[in-house]
């Protein structure tokens, strides 16, 4: 029997492979789908889905870090199945392929919460690459916050709605609601979050204003006004 190698002085020791990012694939396409596993199983580890309702159910009831999915699928839309995510507070990054070259459908994906896209044919380095930069992004984001009943992400200034709805801000509607949602539970003055965010604690009414913007883009009870106080973060629901 072979010995064991001994661990004293001088022994040469690897550190286990850190593990592979785990990676829904959603394609009906059985040929495209067999040359797309073989490149993307060299990098990710796969779960491969040929069908949209398997695939939507795959997606919800597990966690990857990145879900690639085809638009026009069987028992249920690509779009669809983006909603669904959105809608259950998924934000996992989502590349949608497809063979529509209308841009209204490429809108629509994208709107469905979908954070890019790539058309077929599309060549296998640039799909790598747009995993990547997914990926970066998304590991990126960091913190999450839940306020009222939206996903709020403020290290990207992206929000995210109840029924899955992507909400960019602004720098400075990001600002108002980061300083807020960092303490719940404190009821910021219109000076306070002034000289907070404007540098100014007399600029009260550039505060309201972009109060109302980033209500605007979200929801009322994102921000809410404590009557004679100021304003605080919506709790979460």
């Known amino acids: ?41 060299e990098v990710y580890d796969v779960t491969h889905e040929s069908d949209g309702l398997a695939g939507r159910e795959r997606a919800l009831r597990d966690r990857f870090d990145v ?5 026009r699928l069987p028992g249920c839309d690509g779009a669809e199945i983006v909603r669904s995510l959105r809608a259950a507070h998924i934000t996992t990054p989502v590349l ?9 459908d490429r809108v629509d994906g994208l709107d469905a919460g979908a954070n ?15 995993l990547r930069a997914l990926l970066r992004a998304f590991r990126a984001e960091g913190r999450r916050r839940e306020v009222s009943d939206w996903t709020y ?30 303490s719940p539970d404190h009821v910021f003055s219109r000076e306070e979050i002034a000289g907070a965010v404007f540098r100014s604690p007399d600029a009260v009414t550039s505060v309201d204003t972009y109060v109302h913007y980033v209500r605007r883009k979200t929801a009322t009870e994102v921000i809410e006004t404590v ?3 100021g304003y605080r973060a919506g709790a979460a629901r």
């Not at 949608?96 to 209204?104: D, I, P, W």
């Not at 890019?116 to 747009?130: G, H, I, S, V």
């Not at 992400?153 to 609601?177: F, H, I, K, Q």
């Open 1 to 41: 029997m072979d010995r064991a190698p001994a661990r004293g002085r001088g022994a040469v020791t690897t550190a286990a492979p850190a593990p592979r990012a785990r990676l829904l694939f959603v394609e009906d396409d059985a040929e495209i789908a067999a040359m797309t596993l073989e490149v993307l199983r």
């Open 116 to 130: 890019d896209y790539l058309l077929k044919p599309f060549d296998f380095d640039e799909l790598l690459a747009r």
């Open 96 to 104: 949608m392929l497809t063979a529509l070259g209308a841009v209204s």
């Open 153 to 182: 992400l403020p290290d990207t200034r992206v929000a995210y709605g109840p029924s899955g709805a992507r909400v960019a801000l602004t720098a400075t509607e990001n600002a108002v609601l980061d300083l807020l949602s960092r």
């Open 227 to 229: 009557r004679g106080r």
């Open 67 to 71: 879900v690639v999915l085809d638009r």
